[in-house]
């Protein structure tokens, strides 16, 4: 079965911290991974496209990594401030089966002041 | 911003009365999707489309049909609804190559 799974489920560091956000997905046959934002109540918000062929991505002060041998992704975020609080989700599209995107759990975070 | 729209935006219906939700895009993109949203479960895929009168059933298709007459154009529909299917509902797009997914603002349903 093709999963994805993020970890930890929360996360709350102080502003200014820098962090990172992990994502594993079960199967590295993958077109593209996709790190998405939600705030509560709200819609996702894509952030960041890493296709297969691709290793990283950068975005401002957002950076997501791709090692598909090993089945993982990473989102750094640098200097983090109290507005980048949200839920951040991290999805897969596999080439198996149907082009669909397969989500994880997410990881919520906090920066506080 | 991906041109999408769900509508309604939100919806209380009572159990047991047929709901139709619509996703409308304006990017010509040929894949669409419905997912649902529950605490504890994440986004889970309900139907989705590969271009004009081609679905096909996600994880959670029990209870729901889809329609896609138009590129434009996905209808999600609740034949009888169920207080299990009190949910937030997205459509997403994405396009055959990139598969870079777009999603529209969801649409919040409470059966009562």
């Known amino acids: 079965k093709q999963e994805v799974t993020q970890i930890p489920a929360a996360l709350s560091v102080p502003e200014g911290e820098n962090l990172v956000l992990n994502c594993s997905f079960t199967?590295?046959?993958?077109?593209?991974l996709q790190w998405f934002r939600q705030d509560p109540g709200k819609g996702l918000t894509s952030l960041l496209l890493?296709?297969?062929?691709?290793r990283e991505q950068t975005s401002g002060r957002l950076n997501a990594s791709l090692d598909k041998s090993s089945g993982r992704s990473t989102l750094y975020i640098a200097a983090s401030q109290p507005g980048d609080s949200a839920t951040y989700l991290c999805?897969?599209?596999?080439?198996?089966?149907?082009?669909?995107?397969?989500f994880g759990q997410g990881t919520r975070l906090t920066i506080n002041p | 911003d991906a041109g999408i729209t769900q509508s309604p935006r939100h919806k209380v219906t009572e159990t047991g009365t047929p709901v139709t939700l619509r996703c409308h895009q304006t990017?010509?993109?040929?894949?669409m999707y419905w997912y649902r949203q529950d605490p504890g479960h994440g986004l889970r895929l309900i139907h989705y489309?590969?271009?004009?009168?081609?679905?096909d059933k996600g994880e959670v298709s029990d209870g729901y049909s889809v329609s896609r007459s138009k590129t434009e154009d996905f209808l999600l529909t609740l034949e009888s609804a169920t207080s299990s299917q009190t949910s937030v509902y997205f459509c997403?797009?994405?396009?055959?190559?990139?598969?870079?997914?777009?999603f529209g603002q969801g649409t919040r349903l409470t059966v009562v």
């Open positions: 890493i296709q297969s062929s691709q």
């Open positions: 199967d590295s046959a993958i077109y593209n």
């Open positions: 997403a797009i994405s396009e055959y190559g990139s598969f870079e997914a777009f």
């Open positions: 489309s590969y271009g004009v009168k081609d679905t």
């Open positions: 990017e010509n993109h040929r894949y």
């Open positions: 999805a897969v599209t596999f080439t198996q089966g149907a082009q669909k995107l397969v």
